[in-house]
């Protein structure tokens, strides 16, 4: 089975600091994303990557940046944290061929500024 | 432009009854669509999905869902509830750029 790791279960962050999440897929997927998670939102895409150092703006890109340097890892950063961007984030991958199925979602990282 | 609407944000059940989810979807392309499921604090599961083959599709848990293009629909069903189909259930919808677009969710809670 595919495998989406995040390296975080939970994150408590003060504000104005720079933040890291980290995930990694094990099964040489080419596109990752990334999505948030509120109540009564739903998911709402942030940045996603179609392969190594390309990257496209999702739905709610502000606050945020990512990076992919190598297949396996796709990090995304909040430059300065804010209370706002308290929230479940979630990653998900997915193979390039095979059509528009076969997303696999990591477990989640609840992140709480404060 | 894609949009899922997820109708009813929260759904009450009692255990042995039909548990009924919808969700409709607007696309300009023929749609790919999922139903994922989450259990409190963990991320998201398959349950189904459909990718323009049969319009009756079977998942995982007893669950299946019928796509309607007529009705623009893709609801979910369950004959049975059980007490362990407490969660949060996601319609999806991927666009021709692999996005995934999601519904705002619907809890589900199942009464003894």
């Known amino acids: 089975d595919v495998k989406v790791t995040q390296s975080s279960r939970y994150l408590v962050k003060r504000t104005g600091e720079k933040v890291f999440l980290e995930c990694v897929q094990d099964?040489?997927?080419?596109?990752m994303f990334w999505y948030r998670q509120d109540p009564g939102l739903g998911l709402r895409l942030i940045y996603f990557?179609?392969?190594?150092?390309?990257?496209e703006k999702g739905d709610i890109p502000e606050g945020y940046s990512v990076s992919r340097e190598k297949k396996e890892r796709f990090s995304l950063i909040l430059e300065s944290a804010s209370t706002n961007q308290t929230s479940m984030y979630l990653c998900?991958?997915?193979?390039?061929?095979?059509?528009?199925?076969?997303?696999?979602f990591g477990s989640g990282t609840r992140l709480t500024v404060v | 432009a894609q949009s899922v609407t997820q109708l009813g944000s929260h759904v009450s059940v009692s255990e042995g009854a039909l548990v009924l989810l919808r969700c409709n979807y607007s696309?300009?392309?023929?749609?790919?669509l999922f139903w994922y499921v989450q259990y409190p604090n963990q991320g998201l599961q398959l349950l189904l999905k459909y990718t323009s083959a049969a319009t009756l599709v079977k998942g995982i848990n007893g669950f299946e869902a019928e796509f309607k293009k007529s009705e623009t629909s893709f609801h979910l069903t369950k004959p049975s509830a059980h007490m362990s189909d407490a969660a949060e259930y996601f319609c999806?919808?991927?666009?021709?750029?692999?996005?995934?677009?999601f519904g705002a969710g619907t809890t589900v809670t199942v009464r003894a």
């Open positions: 990557s179609y392969d190594v150092k390309m990257k």
């Open positions: 099964m040489d997927h080419e596109n």
């Open positions: 998900a991958s997915r193979s390039g061929a095979g059509g528009r199925g076969g997303y696999t």
């Open positions: 696309s300009s392309v023929p749609p790919y």
């Open positions: 999806a919808l991927a666009s021709n750029d692999y996005k995934l677009s």
